[in-house]
């Protein structure tokens, strides 16, 4: 599973991704009941799937525009590397699909403001976070999922305007449909695959 942040509460999401404060983590709870650090030090950790053939795991990291690998089985066993990296939009939740692709919800386009807010000093980040939320960095209203394969490479990219729904945040292939949740939509959306 993953922790998001440890410096703020779910409320404020939006402070993580302007602060960029790199406290997420993947954890693991074992059969014991422990709750086991795998990796800690992510941006905004977001999502979670496993592999179709369980040799990695991929962790979303929103505020950094990347999906993050955990290797399980194997030489490289252990072993953290990237993904994906610099993906137009904020990854939120993943999850695994048929052959092999892991689908990755897009929540909005990247922004211009905190992708250059990101690259500042921490005050000016903070600075960015005190504005009124008026003035802050939003999501961009769109309908936008993503599948990667095994390698990373982007196998399929389905984008809608976001004027019938929008802000999706949780996705799910079954039976030749894809399944879209969103944090402020009052229904799930379908898409046909085939």
Do not use: C
Not at 87 to 113: H, K, Y
Not at 145 to 172: E, I, N, P, W
């Amino acid at each position: 599973m993953s922790d998001s942040t440890r410096r703020f509460t779910l409320a404020h999401w939006r402070a993580d991704l302007m602060e960029h404060s790199g406290t997420g983590r993947l954890l693991r709870l074992t059969p014991g009941g422990d709750l086991e650090v795998l990796l800690d030090g992510l941006h905004f950790a977001n999502g979670v799937a496993l592999a179709a053939d369980e040799s990695f795991v991929a962790v979303a990291e929103t505020g950094a525009y990347r999906i993050t690998r955990l290797w399980l089985t194997g030489p490289r066993a252990g072993e953290r590397d990237t993904l994906v990296d610099n993906l137009p939009g904020f990854p939120d939740n993943l999850s695994t699909g048929s052959g092999g692709r892991i689908w990755v919800a897009i929540g909005s386009p990247r922004n211009r403001l905190l992708d250059w807010a990101h690259a500042r000093t921490p005050w000016v980040r903070k600075a960015v976070w005190a504005l009124p939320e008026a003035l802050q960095p939003g999501p961009v209203r769109t309908a936008w999922a993503m599948a990667v394969d095994g390698d990373g490479r982007v196998v399929a990219d389905l984008q809608g305007g976001g004027d019938r729904y929008h802000f999706v945040t949780g996705v799910r292939e079954h039976a030749g449909t894809l399944y879209l949740g969103s944090l402020v939509e009052g229904a799930v959306a379908a898409v046909p695959l085939g």
